[in-house]
């Protein structure tokens, strides 16, 4: 699995755009790169996904470098209830040669808007 | 669309019983679910993946006789905590996720299941 590096915690202030950032210089060429949220005590919900190029739906927008070192995760205009622990995953076959896909989650930022 | 629905919601138990955790993906077919628990500011620890009609695959040190998973249906699958020790508190939740033609499988989450044991 790619091992994945992001900032503990962001602020960002209500109506503003969050950029959330991720590093992933181990992912493998045939690794998605996932980006999920966790709001407190409830299950992550899907965000976005994205291999090489950049992925925009009805949530967010996700840049992934031409290197695919690192990607950033935009919510172009952050709300308070965007206020949740985000999480970017680098998604990969399991090793054995199986049939399923396997999510590693790391610790996460810590995003909180602000009013 | 792509629901996943768990039940019950919160489960509170005494030491020594059995708990059942439902986990059901409501539009979709899932060919896949797994099986996570979170322990409080922790991150989510796969605990086993299940395949339907298939024997689940337990994460290292994840005992398979402790946590029963059962994935009868592509719609429904279950674990079951046996003989739950107050350290089995924890969150638990489970993802669905359904064969797609790209080899990428977006896996939907549940809402969790808050397990407290006595």
């Known amino acids: 699995d790619a091992k994945t590096t992001q900032p503990t915690s962001m602020d960002c202030a209500e109506g503003r755009a969050a950029n959330l950032p991720c590093n992933h210089s181990?992912?493998?060429?045939?690794?998605?790169v996932y980006w999920y949220r966790q709001i407190h005590s409830q299950g992550p919900q899907y965000i976005i996904h994205?291999?090489?190029n950049n992925e925009t739906n009805e949530m967010a927008s996700l840049i992934i470098t031409e290197d695919r070192k690192s990607s950033t995760l935009i919510l172009p205009h952050a709300t308070l209830r965007d206020t949740a622990v985000y999480y970017c995953?680098?998604?990969?076959?399991?090793?054995?040669?199986?049939?399923?896909?396997?999510?590693?989650f790391g610790k996460g930022t810590l995003l909180t808007v602000n009013p | 669309g792509a629901v996943v629905s768990q039940h019950p919601s919160r489960v509170i138990c005494k030491s020594g019983t059995s708990v059942k955790i439902e986990c059901r993906s409501l539009?979709?077919?899932?060919?896949?679910m797994f099986w996570y628990r979170q322990f409080p500011k922790q991150s989510l620890m796969l605990m086993a993946t299940s395949n339907e009609g298939s024997k689940a695959t337990y994460e290292q040190g994840v005992e398979k006789d402790k946590f029963l998973i059962n994935h009868a249906s592509l719609t429904l699958s279950t674990l079951t905590v046996t003989s739950a020790h107050p350290e089995d508190s924890s969150f638990y939740i489970c993802?669905?996720?359904?064969?797609?033609?790209?080899?990428?499988?977006?896996?939907?989450f549940g809402p969790g299941t808050r397990l407290t044991v006595l």
């Open positions: 995953i680098g998604g990969s076959w399991e090793n054995s040669g199986g049939s399923n896909y396997k999510l590693t």
């Open positions: 539009d979709f077919q899932a060919t896949t």
């Open positions: 993802s669905a996720s359904f064969w797609a033609s790209l080899r990428t499988d977006t896996q939907y």
């Open positions: 181990t992912i493998s060429g045939n690794e998605y």
């Open positions: 994205g291999l090489k």
